[in-house]
């Protein structure tokens, strides 16, 4: 079983920041966060991974709670091509993935 | 485009028949994976790969057998299917075994 929580959906205004959150309280000390997403009907893409500290990229930034316990993934501009499932994955590699957010961005 | 592809991109069998699916990855990676995402369902990681040794089989049935011949290329042989392993059946590689993985876009197989 998928050891996250996240919200079945939102939704988001193009242009906007999106704000996915993730609680993982059982989560051990030697696991990352781990962020894909899923674009209908295409394979989940890799997003951004983190440990501890927070973490940015090209296309989003991770922010992880300093007991580790919750995160949140932002995407800082949400065009509508960020439409899609995002799983937020707990582990030390092999990934079990959840339902995930199912992420809306409107116009 | 992830650099990894798979082929065909959609099948339709029979029960009694027999099919292969093929995943190929242009990424010089040395693990690869197969996953199942049936309808309504998170993706199950079937089979793992690393440098050409199968290292996990998360309890598939053996009517699902893989096959890695070289570390670029990755098959999943199908036989005698039942209509509830309809799915889209994902391949993926990485770096190393259970780093950053890179999907391809997944094979959306019909059983009748």
């Known amino acids: 079983d998928a050891k996250t929580t996240q919200p079945p959906s939102m939704d988001c205004a193009e242009g906007r920041a999106a704000n996915l959150p993730c609680n993982h309280s059982t989560i051990s000390g030697n696991e990352y966060v781990y962020w894909y997403r899923q674009i209908h009907s295409q394979g989940p893409q890799y997003i951004i991974h983190?440990?501890?500290n927070n973490e940015t990229n090209e296309m989003a930034s991770l922010i992880i709670t300093e007991d580790r316990k919750s995160s949140t993934l932002i995407l800082p501009h949400a065009t509508l091509r960020d439409t899609a499932v995002y799983y937020c994955?707990?582990?030390?590699?092999?990934?079990?993935f959840g339902q995930g957010t199912e992420l809306s961005v409107k116009p | 485009e992830t650099g990894v592809t798979q082929t065909p991109r959609h099948l339709v069998m029979g029960m009694t028949n027999k099919k292969s699916l093929k995943c190929e990855q242009h990424?010089?990676?040395?693990?690869m994976y197969w996953y199942k995402q049936s309808a309504k369902k998170p993706l199950e990681l079937m089979f793992v790969?690393?440098?050409?040794?199968?290292?996990e089989n998360n309890s598939v049935p053996s009517r699902f057998s893989p096959e890695c011949p070289n570390s670029s290329h990755l098959f999943l042989h199908l036989h005698t299917l039942q209509p509830e392993d309809s799915a889209l059946y994902l391949c993926?590689?990485?770096?190393?075994?259970?780093?950053?993985?890179?999907f391809g876009p997944g094979t959306r197989l019909t059983v009748l």
């Open positions: 994955i707990v582990s030390v590699g092999k990934l079990i």
């Open positions: 790969y690393s440098l050409e040794e199968r290292v």
């Open positions: 993926a590689s990485s770096r190393i075994q259970y780093d950053e993985q890179f």
């Open positions: 983190g440990l501890k």
């Open positions: 990424l010089g990676h040395n693990a």
